[in-house]
């Protein structure tokens, strides 16, 4: 209850609020306070006190903890009186109880509460320049500010950036000075203008001419800390428990172990820089590090007005992500299942799809990662992909179902509108290759050959698949699948002995297998089951027949596809094509053969060939061999970059519990995804994107013992195919893997191709 309202002096007003406790306000009336008139909550939950209209005087809210330090409390607002009535609010939410001192001083006798040499009332005349709550010396307006008036404001210093978990968010850059003192002072650096802290620092600030100084005074060490370098990012499509929109988190460098003295100072002098932000301001420890010093002290960030947000927590309530910025035309569709689908409708998936043929638009209503299969094959056909919760009923998406649109993603929504059949056959035409593409595929080679007698020149014989793991064998064999692969030559002579090209193009020649996907992908289907029955040629019999006793009779095996046209430039045949397990109980290898062969006239595959203008019949189907790895206790995807910032070393790997696949999940299942990079010369930071929602809360698929032997094993393997591939610009050239824990717990790399950057 509000209590002891008294004068202090002719020129201030106190008012003292105790017990204040979350969600709940005094219903009193301040009758006996002429300067207030009530006390609320804002929206965003926030302390409120309501002003009277009062010109002449400006307002100074006060907030402590403890009864004892009302007098002394922390300065939080200031506004000026106006005309009207106004309103006062704490810089960020209450948790628990709070004490405030409001006090209301006359402009004709102005303070300097922040003692940095200007009064206050001067101050706030210049907000943005000035701030009467931080003591920094006023920079120039296209340099950076001490103080952020505005979401136009932020947005002017803001500069896009990709951050684990979060792609092309705004970011500012900030700095602490003095954090060590009393009187800490901060500003907000134009980060489209300056990349780095130092750069701001020595350039606009001028405390600074000496970087390896001005590192050891601001990271890695709390004993020595003088300064504190942060971002504060807005998360604008982060909806929090009571449905409020957009949340801005204050972040560190992921290996710098902040601790909470100075988190706090930090976190309260930019919420109090922010005055219009409703409370929906939080402190984000993003990386291993972080998060060890919070629960270290998480007894003290309970006692204070830190709000923290948890990278699980964070990432599990946005309602919208861009996965793949761009546009695109086709037919809306509403997919539950596995509809036939092509390349003029935009769909929405309301699971991640097991296979996908090539379409307009993807959207999908759980969340996905940048590994997903689907988010690569956007990549590929620059396909417009992103995550929209409840897209089916969402406002501004039902009403357009089973309709002609126009979709576009960007990095902050997306924007739909119905569009013409004229708008979408042209879009068709326009982004379709101009010319045929003929995939090479040399048959000089009739026999089938084990991995290690494949050359990395040998991809036009046996396919890019088992070329690359042959390469794998090379370079970690302990960490590869050994075994054979069945050269192009023996799918060639086996279409000519049943006389299946020409069954091909009879079927390509009928008017219905052009005109309609459900009747294509029906004939195609059929197609398969004629390879699937037609007869091996006696002499590939025997020679298969002597692959399999060669590996041995009691042993299951794992029959991939291996296609020239797999991994093209510019093109990645990622899941077009499918891969078998043969089992001890079925006998000759010849059944398992034919299907990945005939996976090559799988209805997604001959899509994205025609699409492509890849020609059917030069296309050809190599099959690799190798024992086959069950029980599993994890699968995963990873990168041989940094792929939110590829300016330092690092990884980026999906990982999932036991045989559910990263790149064809389980419906509902999200896998772990993490960055590990090795920043700023230190040792090696795991930060948590997502956790696997097969494991309970915070457990981890991969040990850190895992993640760093995954990470020296992929650093061989970027090295070696780089001088392979010699790519004409290295810096923006990575490899992608996919890998396994064996049930033995051993590391298996199993596939390495170029990632699609």
Same mark, same amino acid.
């Given at each position: 209850?509000?209590?002891?309202?008294?004068?202090?002096?002719?020129?201030?007003?106190?008012?003292?609020?105790?017990?204040?406790?979350?969600?709940?306000?005094?219903?009193?009336?301040?009758?006996?306070?002429?300067?207030?008139?009530?006390?609320?909550?804002?929206?965003?939950?926030?302390?409120?006190?309501?002003?009277?209209?009062?010109?002449?005087?400006?307002?100074?809210?006060?907030?402590?903890?403890?009864?004892?330090?009302?007098?002394?409390?922390?300065?939080?607002?200031?506004?000026?009186?106006?005309?009207?009535?106004?309103?006062?609010?704490?810089?960020?939410?209450?948790?628990?109880?709070?004490?405030?001192?409001?006090?209301?001083?006359?402009?004709?006798?102005?303070?300097?509460?922040?003692?940095?040499?200007?009064?206050?009332?001067?101050?706030?005349?210049?907000?943005?320049?000035?701030?009467?709550?931080?003591?920094?010396?006023?920079?120039?307006?296209?340099?950076?500010?001490?103080?952020?008036?505005?979401?136009?404001?932020?947005?002017?210093?803001?500069?896009?950036?990709?951050?684990?978990?979060?792609?092309?968010?705004?970011?500012?850059?900030?700095?602490?000075?003095?954090?060590?003192?009393?009187?800490?002072?901060?500003?907000?650096?134009?980060?489209?203008?300056?990349?780095?802290?130092?750069?701001?620092?020595?350039?606009?600030?001028?405390?600074?001419?000496?970087?390896?100084?001005?590192?050891?005074?601001?990271?890695?060490?709390?004993?020595?800390?003088?300064?504190?370098?942060?971002?504060?990012?807005?998360?604008?499509?982060?909806?929090?428990?009571?449905?409020?929109?957009?949340?801005?988190?204050?972040?560190?460098?992921?290996?710098?172990?902040?601790?909470?003295?100075?988190?706090?100072?930090?976190?309260?002098?930019?919420?109090?820089?922010?005055?219009?932000?409703?409370?929906?301001?939080?402190?984000?420890?993003?990386?291993?590090?972080?998060?060890?010093?919070?629960?270290?002290?998480?007894?003290?960030?309970?006692?204070?007005?830190?709000?923290?947000?948890?990278?699980?927590?964070?990432?599990?309530?946005?309602?919208?992500?861009?996965?793949?910025?761009?546009?695109?035309?086709?037919?809306?569709?509403?997919?539950?299942?596995?509809?036939?689908?092509?390349?003029?409708?935009?769909?929405?998936?309301?699971?991640?799809?097991?296979?996908?043929?090539?379409?307009?638009?993807?959207?999908?209503?759980?969340?996905?990662?940048?590994?997903?299969?689907?988010? %690569?094959?956007?990549? @590929?056909? +620059?396909?417009?992909? &992103? =995550?929209?919760?409840? !897209?089916?009923?969402?406002? *501004?998406?039902?009403?357009?179902?089973?309709?002609?649109?126009?979709?576009?993603?960007?990095?902050?929504?997306?924007?739909?509108?119905?569009?013409?059949?004229?708008?979408?056959?042209?879009?068709?035409?326009?982004?379709?290759?101009?010319?045929?593409?003929?995939?090479?595929?040399?048959?000089?080679?009739?026999?089938?050959?084990? %991995?290690?007698?494949? @050359?990395? +020149?040998?991809?036009? &014989? =046996?396919?890019?698949? !088992?070329?690359?793991?042959? *390469?794998?064998?090379?370079?970690?064999?302990?960490?590869?699948?050994?075994?054979?692969?069945?050269?192009?030559?023996?799918?060639?002579?086996?279409?000519?002995?049943?006389?299946?090209?020409?069954?091909?193009?009879?079927?390509?020649?009928?008017?219905?297998?052009?005109?309609?996907?459900?009747?294509?992908?029906?004939?195609?289907?059929?197609?398969?089951?004629?390879?699937?029955?037609?007869?091996?040629?006696?002499?590939?019999?025997?020679?298969?027949?002597?692959?399999?006793?060669?590996?041995?009779?009691?042993?299951?095996?794992?029959?991939?596809?291996?296609?020239?046209?797999?991994?093209?430039?510019?093109?990645?045949?990622?899941?077009?094509?499918?891969?078998?397990?043969?089992?001890?109980?079925?006998?000759?290898?010849?059944?398992?053969?034919?299907?990945?062969?005939?996976?090559?006239?799988?209805?997604?595959?001959?899509?994205?060939?025609?699409?492509?203008?890849?020609?059917?019949?030069?296309?050809?189907?190599?099959?690799?061999?190798?024992?086959?790895?069950?029980?599993?206790?994890?699968?995963?995807?990873?990168?041989?970059?940094?792929?939110?910032?590829?300016?330092?070393?690092?990884?980026?790997?999906?990982?999932?519990?036991?045989?559910?696949?990263?790149?064809?999940?389980?419906?509902?299942?999200?896998?772990?995804?993490?960055?590990?990079?090795?920043?700023?010369?230190?040792?090696?930071?795991?930060?948590?994107?997502?956790?696997?929602?097969?494991?309970?809360?915070?457990?981890?698929?991969?040990?850190?013992?895992?993640?760093?032997?995954?990470?020296?094993?992929?650093?061989?393997?970027?090295?070696?195919?780089?001088?392979?591939?010699?790519?004409?610009?290295?810096?923006?050239?990575?490899?992608?893997?996919?890998?396994?824990?064996?049930?033995?717990?051993?590391?298996?790399?199993?596939?390495?191709?170029?990632?699609?950057?």
């Amino acid at each position: 209850m509000p209590k002891n309202f008294f004068n202090c002096s002719p020129l201030t007003w106190l008012t003292l609020l105790s017990c204040l406790f979350w969600g709940v306000i005094p219903s009193t009336v301040f009758a006996t306070e002429p300067g207030v008139t009530g006390v609320r909550h804002t929206p965003g939950g926030k302390v409120a006190f309501n002003l009277g209209p009062n010109p002449s005087r400006y307002h100074i809210l006060q907030r402590s903890r403890e009864l004892s330090e009302v007098g002394r409390g922390r300065p939080v607002a200031m506004v000026r009186g106006s005309s009207r009535p106004g309103m006062i609010a704490d810089s960020t939410r209450p948790k628990d109880q709070g004490y405030y001192q409001l006090t209301h001083v006359e402009s004709a006798a102005p303070r300097d509460t922040d003692r940095d040499g200007f009064s206050d009332w001067l101050e706030l005349a210049r907000p943005g320049y000035y701030n009467p709550l931080n003591p920094a010396t006023p920079v120039e307006r296209a340099q950076g500010s001490v103080m952020l008036v505005n979401r136009t404001h932020f947005e002017q210093l803001a500069a896009r950036d990709d951050r684990p978990g979060a792609q092309s968010v705004r970011e500012i850059k900030f700095l602490v000075y003095d954090v060590h003192t009393s009187r800490p002072v901060l500003y907000f650096a134009n980060s489209n203008r300056y990349r780095y802290h130092f750069d701001f620092t020595s350039q606009v600030v001028n405390r600074y001419n000496d970087l390896g100084l001005f590192n050891s005074e601001t990271y890695f060490d709390n004993t020595r800390r003088k300064n504190l370098a942060g971002s504060l990012i807005a998360h604008d499509n982060y909806v929090d428990a009571e449905g409020r929109r957009g949340l801005y988190t204050v972040e560190f460098w992921p290996t710098d172990p902040v601790a909470f003295r100075f988190v706090e100072k930090g976190y309260e002098l930019v919420s109090a820089a922010m005055p219009f932000v409703d409370g929906n301001i939080a402190y984000h420890p993003a990386s291993e590090t972080q998060r060890r010093w919070y629960n270290d002290e998480k007894e003290d960030y309970g006692k204070s007005y830190i709000q923290v947000v948890q990278t699980e927590d964070l990432y599990a309530n946005v309602v919208y992500t861009g996965l793949n910025p761009g546009e695109g035309y086709g037919r809306l569709r509403v997919v539950n299942g596995s509809e036939t689908l092509s390349v003029r409708d935009i769909v929405i998936f309301r699971n991640i799809p097991n296979d996908l043929t090539h379409v307009a638009g993807i959207i999908t209503e759980i969340p996905q990662t940048p590994l997903s299969h689907i988010n %690569l094959k956007a990549k @590929q056909n +620059n396909t417009p992909n &992103a =995550f929209i919760k409840d !897209a089916s009923t969402h406002p *501004e998406i039902a009403p357009f179902i089973d309709q002609n649109i126009y979709y576009r993603v960007t990095a902050d929504g997306f924007e739909i509108r119905s569009a013409t059949e004229e708008e979408v056959e042209a879009w068709f035409e326009a982004i379709r290759p101009a010319n045929p593409q003929v995939p090479q595929r040399d048959l000089s080679i009739t026999e089938i050959r084990p %991995l290690s007698r494949i @050359q990395f +020149n040998n991809s036009d &014989a =046996f396919g890019a698949k !088992a070329v690359n793991v042959a *390469e794998l064998r090379r370079i970690i064999p302990r960490n590869a699948p050994n075994g054979y692969a069945i050269p192009f030559y023996f799918y060639d002579e086996f279409m000519k002995a049943g006389d299946l090209y020409n069954e091909a193009q009879a079927m390509m020649e009928q008017p219905l297998f052009r005109n309609s996907a459900l009747f294509r992908d029906a004939l195609l289907k059929s197609f398969r089951q004629k390879i699937k029955d037609a007869p091996l040629p006696a002499w590939m019999l025997d020679a298969v027949g002597a692959l399999q006793e060669s590996i041995g009779p009691d042993t299951t095996l794992r029959l991939r596809s291996s296609t020239n046209n797999e991994d093209l430039e510019g093109f990645n045949g990622a899941g077009l094509y499918s891969s078998f397990t043969h089992y001890l109980d079925e006998g000759h290898l010849e059944k398992t053969v034919k299907q990945v062969w005939a996976s090559l006239w799988n209805y997604r595959a001959f899509e994205e060939r025609e699409f492509w203008r890849i020609d059917h019949f030069s296309a050809a189907m190599g099959v690799l061999v190798h024992p086959n790895y069950e029980n599993e206790q994890a699968n995963g995807v990873g990168v041989t970059t940094n792929i939110f910032d590829p300016r330092w070393e690092g990884h980026y790997v999906n990982v999932q519990i036991g045989e559910n696949l990263v790149t064809n999940p389980e419906a509902g299942s999200i896998p772990e995804e993490y960055l590990i990079a090795r920043l700023a010369g230190f040792s090696d930071e795991i930060q948590y994107i997502r956790f696997s929602n097969q494991l309970p809360d915070n457990q981890t698929v991969l040990t850190r013992s895992q993640a760093l032997d995954l990470k020296a094993k992929m650093n061989l393997v970027h090295s070696h195919f780089l001088s392979r591939y010699n790519p004409p610009d290295p810096s923006t050239w990575a490899m992608e893997v996919e890998f396994k824990i064996t049930e033995e717990g051993n590391l298996l790399i199993k596939q390495a191709r170029p990632w699609i950057f």
